[in-house]
């Protein structure tokens, strides 16, 4: 029964990654999207063990705007992430010349882990979610309002047209789950969209900090 529960929690797993790596403006296969369990299991499950090789979960892809961005989602088999596991994925990384990558675990993550990302935050940008926190899709709940990235661009006409400078802008946290998601770093800002009862829909704009 824990086999089952594993290969269904790791499907669900699988699709939220998959969605947010292409909600980041990366491409994905709608077939990875819109795979359903039965075919997850045909996929990954290895027929000796019954169980899901997360090693065939891993996966990279580029943006659909600049080919030459690349991002590489690890999954760790390692339930406590430590630095050895850190290194393997630093490996990776330098073998396939991508500087952003995404690291998966089942449990935790140690201190030691961590130290790991703030010290190659200059070389490789590094991220980390457990499991647990990709089960389901945030940004695809109901009480979500739609989040927009603006390019540097679009915040530059943002705050002209408004005349505002970047501290009189809301803010949203960079440990916001909704932040989390999108990969924000500070000083971006994003566009909030809710609906409205008087104008159909109204926008936000909040940087992150």
Same mark, same amino acid.
């Given at each position: ?8 929690? $790791? ?15 990366? $491409? ?8 359903? $369990? ?6 990954? $499950? ?10 065939? /979960? ?30 393997? /994925? /630093? ?6 010349? #991508? ?35 990709? /089960?389901?899709? #945030? ?42 998601? !999108? ?18 829909? !109204?926008?936000? !704009?909040? #940087?992150?900090?």
């Amino acid at each position: 029964m824990g086999d089952v529960d594993e290969t269904a929690k $790791l499907w669900k797993v699988n699709k939220t990654i998959h969605e947010l790596v292409r909600d980041r403006g990366f $491409l994905v296969s709608d077939d990875e999207i819109h795979m359903d $369990l039965a075919q997850f299991k045909v996929q990954y $499950l290895a027929n000796s063990s019954g169980i899901v090789d997360r090693n065939q /979960l891993n996966f990279y892809t580029n943006s659909r705007t600049n080919p030459s961005d690349h991002i590489f989602v690890f999954f760790s088999e390692e339930k406590s992430v430590g630095v050895k596991t850190m290194r393997k /994925l /630093l490996g990776i990384l330098e073998e396939k010349s #991508i500087q952003r990558g995404i690291i998966v675990f089942p449990g935790n993550m140690t201190p030691s882990a961590r130290k790991v990302i703030v010290a190659m935050a200059a070389q490789y940008r590094l991220e980390e979610f457990s499991e647990a926190d990709l /089960l389901v899709n #945030i940004v695809h709940h109901t009480l979500v309002p739609r989040h927009d990235v603006l390019t540097p661009e679009e915040k530059k006409v943002l705050l002209e047209k408004y005349r505002l400078k970047e501290t009189q802008l809301p803010r949203i946290q960079l440990a916001d789950p909704v932040a989390r998601y !999108y990969g924000l770093r500070r000083g971006q800002v994003v566009k909030i969209t809710r609906p409205s009862e008087t104008s159909g829909r !109204y926008a936000s !704009y909040r #940087i992150c900090f």
